[in-house]
């Protein structure tokens, strides 16, 4: 069992910076693959990143690498998402989950509360 709680959501200008973290508890945190989702109201969830267990490897969904980054530090059972140049169509409320990956949502079997973003114009 895992248990995620995510911080550093809040309200920033267009073209500010966030800094999400997600902080497990619970057992093997390093064993399993990390996710970055979002929703916005009214839309479907949709996938941000995902970092690999054990490794650096990483995936970024459409037209998000360049401007976010995800990482990871194992040591502190915590993921991070790294935010830049925002943008008004960024404003949702973002996931981390923890599962064996991949770029759909079927692939996590935890979830944190959210963490909500809001991008002004």
């Known amino acids: 069992q895992v248990q995620l709680i995510e911080s550093g959501g809040g309200l920033v200008q267009a073209g500010g910076s966030l800094r999400l973290s997600c902080a497990a508890s619970?057992?093997?945190?390093?064993?399993?693959?990390m996710g970055w989702f979002r929703q916005a109201p009214g839309k479907e969830r949709e996938f941000v990143a995902t970092i690999v267990a054990h490794s650096v490897s990483t995936t970024y969904g459409n037209l998000l690498k360049g401007r976010f980054t995800i990482s990871r530090d194992n040591a502190k059972n915590t993921v991070y998402l790294q935010m830049n140049n925002l943008k008004p169509e960024d404003t949702a409320v973002y996931y981390c989950?923890?599962?064996?990956?991949?770029?759909?949502?079927?692939?996590?079997?935890?979830w944190g509360q959210g963490t909500q973003v809001t991008v002004s114009s």
């Open positions: 619970g057992r093997a945190f390093s064993w399993y693959d």
């Open positions: 989950a923890a599962g064996s990956g991949g770029t759909r949502d079927v692939g996590y079997d935890y």
